[in-house]
């Protein structure tokens, strides 16, 4: 039996049960110790099996962030047209991140109050799928803010920021974003779609700060599989022509092929090329 606090075992379940109709739920207190103890070990068993994450280090894209103002009542938007038209399963908008010295990571930028507009290619103006806000510390958290798509039909979708927040550095209000996905079925139908913006905060080229980076499926997290061996990275010898294998052991069929930016070392921060500068008195 583990020698744990009753009340710690309590805490935990309250926090990690899904929630369950009145009738299905079970009074705390009619429960025994060792029947709470049995759910906790089916717990941990679950949370066992969730992917692990980490943040991204090193260099890289970060994401889209509009003209910053004195004041949060202006209204900042970004708009993705698809290809054609889907049905809207799940929206993910994924904060960018601040590093925190005292606090930690923290969402920044991430609007106090937004709303989404989905719209037709034959209607411009669109129709407001949801408004959304709370706190001003409310989306303060470093996790993608999910919304249900509500199995609507559309071909373009705006968020649109309609009180901004401040970000960390120089406490200006601005609209920031890391990335969006939008899901139809399993399938991102935002990736590398246009995107339109109302502003953008001036950028020299080459910048880590571009709508296009709304929608190239980088995100500030690293996800790996609870169970497996961590990959490593592979990096060819210059002026080599590589070849990479893979053996998947039996004849499948399939459906696509994902290629994924260079993996270039498990180190902080990661490894990179230096470019050596020469002069002369």
């Known amino acids: 039996m583990r020698n744990r606090p009753l009340l710690a075992i309590l805490a935990l379940l309250v926090g990690v049960l899904p929630a369950q109709s009145e009738a299905e739920a079970p009074s705390l207190g009619d429960l025994k110790l060792s029947q709470l103890e049995q759910r906790l070990e089916e717990i941990d068993a679950e949370l066992g099996r969730l992917a692990t994450i980490s943040l991204r280090s090193g260099i890289g894209s970060i994401g889209h962030r509009s003209r910053n103002h004195t004041s949060n009542d202006h209204v900042e938007w970004v708009e993705i047209e698809f290809d054609k038209e889907y049905q809207l399963d799940e929206i993910v908008l ?117 709508p296009r980076f709304l929608v190239d499926g980088h995100t500030p997290y690293l996800m790996n599989a609870a169970q497996g061996l961590q990959s490593l990275a592979y990096i060819s010898r210059h002026g080599q022509s590589p070849v990479l294998t893979f053996d998947l052991e039996a004849e499948v069929t399939l459906s696509r092929l994902h290629l994924h930016a260079l993996e270039q070392s498990d180190t902080v921060p990661q490894a990179a090329r230096f470019f050596r500068c020469r002069g002369t008195a």
């Not at 991430?110 to 669109?126: C, Q």
């Open 94 to 210: 994924v904060p960018t991140l601040w590093r925190d010295s005292e606090k930690g990571f923290q969402a920044d930028g991430f609007p106090d109050k937004f709303r989404i507009i989905v719209g037709k290619s034959n209607d411009k103006t669109g129709t407001v799928l949801g408004e959304y806000g709370s706190t001003p510390d409310s989306f303060q958290s470093i996790a993608p803010y999910t919304i249900a798509g509500q199995g609507v039909h559309a071909s373009w979708i705006r968020v649109e920021a309609t009180h901004l927040s401040q970000r960390a550095f120089d406490k200006r209000h601005v609209f920031q974003l890391a990335e969006v996905f939008i899901f139809s079925g399993e399938k991102n139908i935002a990736l590398r779609q246009p995107v339109k913006v109302s502003s953008t905060h001036p950028e020299p080229d080459g910048s880590a700060w571009n």
